[in-house]
């Protein structure tokens, strides 16, 4: 286990104290580039996911920058209204209290990133986590080492180390930094991992944070603009060689949709990667040799039929964007998360019955759906539960900092971006301020007691300060 600053054999998570940041302006010296390098900072910090997964750079700027220093202006620009005392309502009873919900730090918390993209994965619930007064403890993914190897240099360098700490390491270290007491534990990857992690928070009463994914569906029904819901679409499933938690993961669509759509996805695919998409800069490569054996293993179990794409190289960790039709429910690609550049098309007859295949499974972390239709989309919105939702297109409404991010069910517990971060790492205390005056009042709660002044001290503490008739 490599601790960035600290000695491994000497801490603990009471090695740090919480303290509320004083103000935004501290918030931002803690988390905004110090001294002369911000560029140079922003080149390394693009160059970890080319190298950890071939990842172009227009969609490393994307989503791995570009994400994360949103967020980060949007809290700045916000902190010091989501830190400001929420005034509580009183009844007649509380009318000369003063009484409000103040937020407090939680303590130290530790978050433990994926590798899927592991630096808004693991930086960007830092944010909420800093903006709310809490010390962080920083767990990246071994799968991404050049990412991690970069974070653990960087923190220590422009964030206090009296506060901040990064812990590197596979399964062995992660299940020995779990055996410390931490106030909140933020966790983003597989249900396996989360199923551990959880029975070590439960042994010190830790409460969790699960971003876990799942199977994101997509239904297109009724009248579409093929052309654009096909750009749209290939858009946001190949994006990072389709290793997004909130790519869409199959999809639900007519017979007759889906001759329509298969033309239109395979212009869509030219369009973006060329004739040979092997030689396309602008196409991801998969993470790891592991996760590319199990995504071939995939499409070896598969029943459906591969239509678009099928081509892969397993030394350059390459496989080719890939469409696969006659798909049925019980499917080995319907089995779990794809979590690759394979996109299944199951088809249905009616918007009625994609709604009853999607509930038949676990709630997904995202639920799409592409009509002209507003009907069609309100009724799968009504009808269904899902983490986000979002109509004609996939992945952008994680982008935006006010919208709560996450999941429902299996697919994950809690949410942050923006402001949802801040009171996901933030105490919620209630609090009442009370004088000395109306002391005389009080005499209805004092024995010896009587029905008359149980009926007055009803009435005054009732939600409408009405009377109640006793039984």
Not at 109 to 126: A, D, F, H
């Amino acid at each position: 286990m490599y601790l960035c600053h600290l000695p491994t054999n000497t801490w603990s998570s009471s090695s740090f104290t919480a303290c509320r940041l004083p103000s935004p302006s501290h918030l931002n010296s803690q988390l905004v580039s110090k001294g002369s390098e911000p560029s140079t900072c922003f080149l390394l910090l693009i160059h970890c996911p080319l190298v950890d997964a071939h990842q172009p750079k227009f969609e490393a700027v994307l989503s791995e920058v570009d994400i994360l220093l949103n967020d980060l202006t949007f809290t700045i620009s916000n902190l010091s209204s989501w830190m400001q005392p929420e005034s509580a309502s009183t009844n007649l009873a509380t009318k000369l209290d003063d009484c409000f919900i103040r937020r407090e730090p939680l303590g130290v918390v530790l978050i433990i990133g994926s590798w899927n993209y592991p630096l808004q994965l693991l930086l960007l619930p830092m944010v909420g986590a800093i903006a709310a007064g809490n010390c962080v403890i920083l767990k990246p993914s071994e799968v991404s080492a050049t990412t991690g190897s970069l974070v653990a240099e960087l923190v220590p360098k422009y964030l206090s180390q009296e506060c901040y700490a990064v812990i590197r390491g596979g399964a062995e270290e992660t299940q020995e930094l779990l055996k410390n007491r931490f106030d909140h534990i933020f966790f983003t990857g597989s249900k396996g991992v989360a199923r551990s992690i959880l029975q070590a928070a439960s042994l010190h009463f830790t409460p969790v944070t699960l971003e876990l994914g799942g199977k994101s569906p997509c239904v297109v029904y009724g009248p579409v603009n093929m052309t654009a819901a096909a750009r749209r679409l290939v858009w946001a499933k190949f994006f990072n060689a389709g290793q997004s938690c909130v790519a869409p993961d199959y999809i639900l669509c007519t017979s007759s949709t889906r001759d329509l759509l298969l033309p239109a996805l395979k212009e869509a695919l030219w369009e973006f990667y060329g004739e040979d998409p092997r030689t396309c800069p602008d196409l991801c490569r998969i993470v790891s040799p592991q996760h590319w054996t199990r995504l071939r293993a995939l499409l070896e179990k598969t029943r459906g039929r591969i239509v678009i794409g099928g081509e892969s190289d397993q030394e350059d960790k390459y496989m080719a964007p890939t469409v696969v039709v006659d798909v049925s429910e019980d499917d080995a690609l319907m089995a779990e998360e794809i979590l690759g550049p394979i996109l299944p098309i199951l088809s249905v007859e009616s918007v009625e019955e994609a709604i009853a295949l999607i509930n038949r499974g676990q709630k997904p972390l995202a639920l799409y759906v592409f009509s002209e239709e507003s009907s069609v989309v309100k009724t799968v919105l009504e009808k269904t539960s899902s983490g986000g939702f979002c109509s004609n297109d996939g992945i952008v409404h994680m982008t935006l900092p006010s919208l709560p991010f996450g999941g429902v069910g299996a697919s994950g517990w809690g949410s942050y971006h923006g402001r949802w971060g801040f009171e996901t790492f933030s105490h919620r205390r209630a609090c009442m301020l009370r004088g000395w005056a109306l002391e005389r009042f009080n005499t209805l709660r004092y024995p010896p007691y009587s029905d008359g002044k149980l009926g007055w001290l009803r009435w005054t503490t009732s939600a409408h300060s009405l009377m109640i008739p006793l039984i």
